[in-house]
């Protein structure tokens, strides 16, 4: 029997035939990085594995079935901010729901933003809601909470 045969063989069994699963995320400010980073660097399918609901990731579940068109509608309405978290509140008891306040900012304009992170069933967190009124119009000019632009 060949040597490097035997040793592909016992590598193999080794191996047991496991199966690769995606690691749980290390927590929701973690997701919310990636997300933002997929944002920053305008990729729309890393952005759909950060983003859906408590069954799952968009891209994995693939709901809604307009997902690609709402994770495009987001890129689109976040990109050129960066961002703070302020903010990281459980929202219910069994610690699989985040409320994080997150601080926007483009040049001189700064917003709230409220983020919903959920902790999905394999224990990954996704993004599963973004106020994106608060972060206001990607083409209309920053206005503060008294409807003039700042310094202005």
């Given at each position: 029997m060949n040597k490097t045969w035997m040793v592909g063989t016992l590598l193999l069994a080794a191996c047991g035939g496991q199966t690769?699963?995606?690691?749980?995320?290390?927590?929701?400010e973690y997701a919310l990085q990636e997300f933002m980073a997929a944002v920053a660097d305008s990729n729309?399918?890393?952005?759909?594995?950060?983003?859906?609901?408590a069954k799952g990731a968009a891209a994995e579940i693939g709901k809604p079935t307009d997902y690609p068109k709402r994770i495009?509608?987001?890129?689109?309405?976040?990109?050129?901010?960066?961002?703070?978290?302020?903010?990281?509140t459980p929202t219910d008891a069994g610690l699989t729901a985040q409320e994080m306040e997150v601080e926007m900012?483009?040049?001189?304009?700064?917003r709230q933003v409220p983020f919903l992170v959920v902790k999905t069933g394999s224990d990954r967190w996704v993004i599963?809601?973004?106020?994106l009124n608060a972060v206001g119009s990607p083409m209309a000019p920053c206005v503060d909470g008294s409807g003039t632009a700042p310094g202005g």
């Open positions: 690769s699963t995606l690691a749980p995320s290390p927590g929701p729309l399918p890393k952005m759909a594995e950060y983003w859906g609901t495009e509608v987001m890129q689109l309405w976040l990109r050129g901010y960066s961002y703070r978290i302020l903010a990281s900012a483009r040049g001189n304009c700064r599963q809601s973004i106020d």
